[in-house]
């Protein structure tokens, strides 16, 4: 009796068809039951595996294995384009340091024929558009020792816009304080001929050029007590965090005196700052990714919020390299953030 041989699938058809079902799979278990990944990925192989099988029938081994190695190359230039791109896009990573001689120095300025200690830090700093700029950010010594320790005497009013409130509160009592900084801000908007946009850059890219530091209400632990982001930051700079600060902010002259802030300690600086000269400018809190962003009612492509009838272009203070209307993919959600604060 003859009987032909049975007929094998496609080893490269079987993969496709595998890999399609896998995908559908894996998404309608992780969206509908609330399992384990692991135990999803399981379940979707094993399923997917059965489909394919059921579909295609049983692949030849020899061309299993040759489909397998063209996925494999395929697979590899996919992820290796795909991170070309991110690295274009994305933003390269920071230092968490400071040149010697732009830390923090306590030193003299002479105001109405006197001699008043305060402290400066010599910052130099490059914008988004690539112009150079240097300012010396100062507080004096006497405002410091007064204002250092007043969030702790705040009590809000109400629970229903605690962060708003609280940063309306910071930032009144500081502003008198930061007229130093404003004044150096002043002679490079003078010096330059710096238009709205040009000048908020200015100012947004020094602060974002200041290397980002933790502000915990608890004490600063060991890295090994947090998760992967802050416990890679600690590792690679573990004097990035400071500790048993109210609310986990700093007020802005505290912020001038150590230059050390994160997310809204940097926000409410900002956010004094444009205010001061004028600008519609907002402070945006999201619960959900635990984070504070600048917003400017100024023309700008990106994301945006409105708010009352109002654009405010959204604005990453805590990494260089964002302009307005610029977030991170992972804070780029704009249902998740909400206005708290606005300057007009």
């Known amino acids: 009796m003859n009987l032909s041989p049975k007929k094998h699938a496609n080893g490269c058809l079987w993969l496709v068809v595998m890999a399609i079902v896998l995908t559908v799979s894996f998404g309608v278990i992780t969206v509908s039951l609330d399992l384990p990944i692991l135990l999803s990925l399981v379940l979707s192989v094993t399923g997917s595996v059965f489909i394919a099988l ?22 590899g230039i996919l992820v290796a384009g795909i991170s070309f791109l991110f690295s274009m896009f994305e933003p390269p990573v920071t230092s968490t340091v400071f040149e010697v001689e732009e830390s923090v120095q306590k030193t003299y300025r002479f105001e109405d024929n006197d001699s008043v200690e305060v402290y400066a830090a010599n910052r130099f700093w490059r914008d988004n558009m690539g112009n150079d700029f240097n300012a010396v950010l100062a507080v004096r010594v006497k405002d410091y020792q007064k204002l250092k320790n007043h969030i ?35 002679m490079i908007q003078n010096e330059k001929k710096l238009n709205k946009m040009e000048f908020a850059e200015m100012v947004v890219t020094c602060i974002q050029d200041i290397p980002y530091s933790l502000v915990f209400q608890e004490d600063c632990l060991d890295s090994t007590n947090y998760e992967y982001d802050i416990r890679k930051l ?32 940097r926000t409410v600086m900002i956010y004094s700052i444009l205010k001061s000269f004028g600008y519609d400018v907002a402070i945006l809190n999201s ?58």
């Not at 049983?58 to 040759?66: M, Q, V």
């Not at 590792?235 to 809204?264: A, H, R, T, W």
Request: glycine fraction near 8%.
């Open 54 to 75: 059921k579909l295609v029938g049983r692949p030849k081994l020899s061309s299993l294995i040759g489909g397998a190695v063209i996925a494999i190359i395929v697979i």
């Open 152 to 186: 702790n005497g705040y009590r809000p009013a109400s629970r229903i816009n605690f962060w708003g409130d609280l940063y309306d509160y910071i930032e009144r009592t500081d502003r008198p304080a930061l007229d130093i900084i404003l004044e150096s801000f002043s």
């Open 234 to 265: 600690l590792e690679d700079c573990p004097e990035c965090c400071i500790g048993n600060i109210m609310y986990g902010i700093q007020n802005p002259v505290s912020f001038m005196k150590n230059l050390k802030g994160d997310c809204d300690t």
């Open 287 to 344: 619960e959900y990714y635990r984070h504070s962003i600048l917003g400017i009612n100024l023309p700008a492509s990106g994301k945006a919020k409105v708010y009352k009838g109002k654009k405010y272009a959204l604005w990453e203070t805590t990494a260089k390299y964002y302009s307005a209307g610029s977030l991170p993919a992972t804070y780029s959600d704009i249902s998740y953030w909400d206005i708290v604060l606005t300057s007009k």
